[in-house]
């Protein structure tokens, strides 16, 4: 085995784990605009029921 096939896939690994941590920030980050827009969504839709005098749930 050479070293510097060895330094290789070591580089390609480190290339690789860094990837993944960033898929893994990005996949952070939409779960929370998702969970962001949902709450919005949510609250809209108590703003629209206070407006029309309906009892939040019904």
Request: without cysteine; glycine residues 8%; charged residues 35%.
């Amino acid at each position: 085995v050479d070293v510097a096939e060895i330094r290789s896939k070591l580089q390609k690994m480190e290339t690789l784990e860094r990837e993944v941590e960033l898929l893994r920030r990005q996949k952070v980050a939409s779960e929370e605009v998702a969970a962001m827009g949902a709450k919005e969504r949510q609250g809209s839709t108590g703003l629209w029921e206070w407006i029309a005098g309906t009892p939040a749930g019904q």
